[in-house]
């Protein structure tokens, strides 16, 4: 371990829900990705000296898990940088092509690479990818580490400052979860060299890209405040009329929607905090019937209300303790997730309305793609993040529903 002074990762056990995704990324991935078209003149040895002096200021880069038989996962720190490939762009790639194979190569093992930026290099722009394994950084978490990247490469001064760093469980106030109630032995499907044996499953993600206009964006930020609602409310919505075009039983027998949570907000400075601080709220989107869409809306809104609660997070860690409470190989522990209440069609990330810096110095996001290959693979899996005042909208998903961006897009129209 790294002599750092740094106490975050001195045997600190994964909170339960960062161990729910460590053994989750070996049997069905759930990296999360920020694919961005940035413009602008850069140097190869700029994003190189950027990356290491990123390093510095966030410890988390050089985190890696250690799992032995018996003992839950912890962090460790280590001397070795995550990775970073730097290639010249001279071949025809999209922004939804690079995230595809970003999407495509997850960190199965946790004890090596858990973050990596890729990057395809011209002159005066490039495209990247930044990726992290879940259980060390959710959405919001590579987003604002994106953020500072791009400062950094843009010529402004570092913060200076190391990153913060808690857990969900700290949060919310909730106990230690301790040792496992069960544990596996020698020959149960996990040997000492791996004690999470590893099943993954079959299929690549498609990954689909939609920025909605300024005009039609502001329409919809306007119009959810005048009917009581949010943008995220108004998106629910529209995706599940949209889906119901492709998926009847959308329409006729609802859905169950994931809403990502990022809980930083509720923690007193912690709005730039990264790691693994975002909760998922699973609600039943309820049938459209001939309800007016602003009602859908305003329905699918009120219904994620209560897991943002206090008492709402601290059952979440409570179930999630559950969940992770023996110690399993990853094959069974997704049929136990299989098993659970948390099954979801739709997942809709809660970045709507947020506004993330696009310009650095003389570097200018020109679009963005964030998402998480999540859920099984009836999951549409939807990543919104709003640049230059036009929301971008990224689809993810092992069997995409055909024209759900555009759908969704003609109905927003139609409503907003």
């Keep these: 371990m790294?002599?750092?002074n740094n106490p975050v990762f001195v045997g600190r056990d994964l909170d339960s829900f960062e161990e729910f995704f460590f053994y989750m990324e070996r049997v069905a991935p759930t990296l999360h990705i920020h694919a961005v078209h940035l413009t602008g003149s850069t140097h190869r040895d700029d994003w190189v000296q950027a990356w290491r002096e990123l390093h510095r200021t966030n410890p988390l880069l050089r985190?890696?898990?250690?799992?032995?038989?018996?003992?839950?996962?912890?962090?460790?720190?280590?001397?070795?940088?995550?990775?970073l490939y730097i290639t010249d762009w001279n071949v025809i790639v999209t922004l939804e092509m690079l995230a595809k194979s970003a999407l495509a190569r997850p960190f199965a093992d946790a004890g090596v690479d858990m973050v990596r930026l890729e990057?395809?290099?011209r002159p005066n722009e490039c495209l990247l990818v930044l990726s992290a394994h879940h259980s060390l950084y959710d959405g919001m978490g590579t987003l604002l580490l994106l953020q500072e990247l791009l400062a950094i490469v843009g010529g402004e001064p570092s913060r200076n400052k190391e990153q913060r760093w808690t857990s969900l469980r700290e949060l919310v106030g909730a106990p230690p979860h301790g040792a496992y109630t069960s544990t596996l032995t020698e020959g149960a499907g996990a040997g000492s060299s791996d004690p999470v044996s590893t099943a993954r499953s079959v299929g690549t993600a498609d990954v689909r890209h939609l920025v909605l206009d300024r005009a039609l964006t502001i329409r919809l930020e306007e119009g959810a405040r005048a009917n009581g609602t949010t943008p995220h409310g108004a998106l629910m919505a529209a995706f599940q009329i949209s889906g119901a075009r492709s998926v009847p039983d959308w329409a006729d027998?609802?859905?169950?929607?994931n809403t990502a949570h990022n809980v930083r907000p509720a923690l007193e400075e912690g709005g730039d905090m990264t790691g693994m601080l975002t909760m998922p709220i699973v609600t039943h989107l309820n049938p459209i019937s001939d309800r007016p869409f602003w009602e859908i809306a305003r329905t699918a809104q009120k219904g994620i209300a209560p897991g943002r609660s206090p008492a709402g997070r601290l059952a979440f860690i409570e179930a999630m303790d559950a969940l992770t409470s023996e110690e399993v190989t990853a094959a069974a522990f997704l049929q136990k997730v299989?098993?659970?209440p948390i099954?979801?069609?739709?997942?809709?990330?809660?970045?709507?309305?947020?506004?993330?810096?696009?310009?650095f110095g003389h570097l200018r996001i020109a679009s963005i793609i964030t998402g998480v290959d999540g859920g099984g693979p009836q999951t549409q899996t939807i990543g919104c993040c709003t640049v230059h005042g036009a929301l971008n909208i990224s689809l993810i998903s092992k069997r995409p529903l055909a024209n759900l961006l555009e759908n969704c897009r003609d109905v927003l129209a139609s409503y907003v």
Aim: with cysteine.
């Design 2 to 4: 790294c002599a750092r």
């Design 253 to 257: 027998k609802g859905l169950n929607c």
């Design 119 to 121: 990057i395809l290099h």
């Design 338 to 340: 299989l098993a659970s």
């Design 63 to 83: 985190a890696r898990v250690e799992k032995a038989l018996g003992k839950r996962p912890h962090f460790v720190e280590t001397d070795r940088d995550s990775p």
């Design 343 to 359: 099954q979801y069609q739709l997942m809709i990330t809660n970045y709507a309305s947020y506004r993330p810096r696009s310009d």
